[in-house]
Each structure stands twice: as C-alpha cells, then as structure tokens.
C-alpha cells in the first residue's frame, strides 16, 4: 500500500504527494503547496484542535467511539480495581508498573517531600477567608516554584525527578491548607505513617485526635478517584502544561497555568457545577422542566458529553460503582436519586442519544467528594491533585521529545493592513475594525 496522500491544487493544477505517517499527515508538508514562489504556502485551520495532533505520546491511549482508556497500555478497569494511586503515578512517569521494591522508594520520595516550607504559610494566610481554594492553589503553585531555583533545570534528570516528588508529594498539602485557611482552621501537618490518601484526608478533617486514622473504605475510593482522574492524553489543562512548559518554564509555574485551565466550568470545574446542578433541580420532580431548558439551549446538562468520548466515559462506570462503597460508610446521598434520574431520562431523550452525550467522569465524582465531607468548591483542586502526575509525566516525555519547539500556533489573519494613523484630535470613535 502506497502510505501517501495525492492532492491536486486547482489554483494550479500541480499535484503534490505528501507522506502518511500513523493515520496523519504533516501539516508543515502542506506549506510546499503555494500558487507561486512568493505564496507563504498552505495552512491548516483547526480552531480548538479538534483534528490536530500536537505531540507523539506513549502515555495515555482513549478510544473515544468504543470507551476505552488505558494508560501505558493498561485497561483503567484493571488499574481502578488493582492498584493505588501513588503506583499508577509510578507507571504514568516511569512507562511501567514499578516492583515492590521501587514502590517502596517511589512512595518513600514522595512521603519525604510532603512538607512545605513554612514562610508559604504566610502567603496563603494573605488570602480573604472566603477566597476559593482553586485560585489559592494556582496561586500557591507559582509561590511554591519560588523556593527551588534548581527548578529551572529542566534538562538535568536527577533534578527533574526531585520537581516530580516535589510536586506530587505537596499538592495535597497545598490543597489541605487551602481549604483550612477557608475555614479558619489551624493546617494539619503531613503524617508521613499514613497512605498519600490518608495523609491527605488527615490534613484536611484531623481536629483535636492526636492520631488520626482514615477510614480505609473513603481512603481506597479516594485512591480510585485519583487514579481515574490522573491522565487523559491531550486535554485543556495538559495542552496548557505542555504549551506553557514548550517555552523552558520551570514546572510549578507551568503547573500553575495547567490547574488554571482546569478550574474552568467546562473542564475541572465541571464537578462542582454538577453539584450546583443537582442542588438547583432539587427534586425529581423537577428534572423534566430542566432538561426541557438544557434542549431549548438555555444551559448545559453538566457532567455530560465530553469532546473525545462518543460513548460512555470509561471512568463514569467506575465512579458510579464506588460511589456505593462510599455510601456505606457515610450514609447515602439524597442528590444521587436525583442523579440517577437525571442520567436515565437523558440518555432515553433523543436530544442527548443524537449528539451522544453520555455522562462523564463529573457526573458522579462530585456526590461522592460531598459524600466524604469535602465541600462543594474543593471539587476541582481534587482533580488537580492526581492530575498533577499525569501533567508531570506529560511534561517529562514532551522535553525529551526531539519533535517539540516551543509552541507557537499560526492565525488567519483578517484585520485591517497598512492603516493610516489618525490623530486624537480627528478620531471620531467611528472606526470600524474588520472582524475575524
Ligand atoms: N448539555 C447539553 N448539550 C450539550 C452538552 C451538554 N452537557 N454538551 C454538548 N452539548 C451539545 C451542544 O450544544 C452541541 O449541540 P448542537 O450540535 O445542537 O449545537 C453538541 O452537543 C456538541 O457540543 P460541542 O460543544 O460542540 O462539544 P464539545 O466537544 O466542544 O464540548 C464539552 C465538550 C465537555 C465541553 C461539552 O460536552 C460540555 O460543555 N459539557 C458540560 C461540561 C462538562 O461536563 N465538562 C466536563 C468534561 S469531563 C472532564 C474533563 O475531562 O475535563
């Protein structure tokens, strides 16, 4: 089979036979296509790239028509029901599942580095007390890259891994103090006996116990959560990373700019619109007035549909499962009727079943959280705290990929050229700029 792609220009007539390489072409071969010398070439135009591969990964596969996720190959059923959360991060950045004795060593990293330097204390005691604690954890982000310079070494291996414990061992810390400093509560320190999601669940609920101990049923639905939320190949927030961190930026602030993509309604913030959601129906009497307003197009049914799954989100399936788990420690949830309902007249209504909108990985994770006493608003720092390794391990293949520049998309131009200047005096506040 002749792996090429034939195309005629009929500006011109010329043929051109551009290589395929893994279902693609190279958009750069397309610049040889030109009506003459002087021509710039040809474009693509793909706004919000929905047809455009930025990267090779050997990551995270999805199958969006069929509903599968692997990640380095590995079914995230398989993950979900065998492994911790701390393993998977071990198999996202190392490209492998690690044996017993560098689990040990990995976890044993990352429990050393939980702490965080006391002066970044009084920077997040600088934040009003009702300041949303995903805005203080991008900020905190930033703040915590100040104190490693040796960040900035981003080619050295040995200090690329030290920002990699780094960061995945104080994300929870930052997440925990933020949501203390919301509340008024003094931060409870990393205890580094516990589990990385019993560490965390103790700096965030530990109060006058001089010991506190997880309860292993919320602790292992927590490691789930992270697993499933550690990566998803080329979303917002990771093309944000990569794109951020194509230009050398040092990994906390290329994080911090990852998180901020994240904490938008359509991608992290998802989960916490979706509580806000089930909380604003109320009842399921209400639910089929609101889809009737979601269809008129006045909002939309959060927690559904999602850009690459055509099908029912893998990770959806496995929430839901574990939801139960949780609910027979805490007592169920009255909004997950509500749920249920929602999520079974939608996907009986044509609307949803034509585009295929199925519910995502935020439909049920957020009962859950609320199941577990997190509030509403600590929704997407609980993604951001396992998607950190996913950003990492994404991070650390894009600086070893040969392939890569710093990223710097072309525009279609359509604005005014050559536009005389007027001056103040003569300016009538009647221009008109042409629009894109
Ligand atoms: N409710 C109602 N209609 C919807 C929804 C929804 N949640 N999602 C998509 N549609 C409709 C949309 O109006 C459009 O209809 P039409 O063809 O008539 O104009 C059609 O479905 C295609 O939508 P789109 O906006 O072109 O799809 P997209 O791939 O750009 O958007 C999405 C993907 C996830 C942003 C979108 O489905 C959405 O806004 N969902 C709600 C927010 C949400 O749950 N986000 C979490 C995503 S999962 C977590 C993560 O990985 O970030």
Known sequence: MNNTLTITDNRTGKQ?????????IRALDLRKIKVNDDDFGLMTYDPAFMNTASCKSR?????????????????????????????????????KLPTESELKDWTWNITHHTFINESIKQVMDGFHYNAHPMGMFIAMLGALGTFYPDAK???????????????????????????????????????????????????MFKTTELKYKPDPVLERALSILFILHADHEQNCSTNAMRSIASAQTDPFSSMAGAAAALYGPLHGGANEMVLRMLNEIGSINNIPEYIKRVKAGEFRLMGFGHRVYNNYDPRAQIIK?????????TGKDPLLDIALELERIALEDEYFVKRKLYPNVDFYSGIIYQAMRFPVDMFPVLFAIPRTSGWLAQWSEMLDDPDQKIARPRQIYLGARTASYTPMSARNGKTEFAKA
């Open 321 to 329: 499962k574990a939801a139960y788990d949780v609910f027979e420690v």
């Open 153 to 203: 070494d981003i080619f050295n291996q040995e200090s690329r891994w030290k920002q990699i414990y780094r960061l995945i061992a104080k994300v929870p810390t930052i997440a925990a103090f933020a949501y203390r400093h919301r509340i008024g509560m003094q931060y409870s320190y990393p205890d580094n006996d516990l589990s990385y999601e019993g560490n965390f669940l103790n700096m």
């Open 59 to 95: 990551i995270t596969f999805i199958d969006g028509d069929k509903g599968i996720l692997e990640y380095r190959g590995i079914p995230i059923d398989v993950l979900a029901e065998k492994s911790t959360y701390l393993e998977v991060a071990y198999l996202l950045l190392h490209g």
């Open 16 to 24: 051109y036979d551009v290589p395929i390489e893994n279902e693609t």
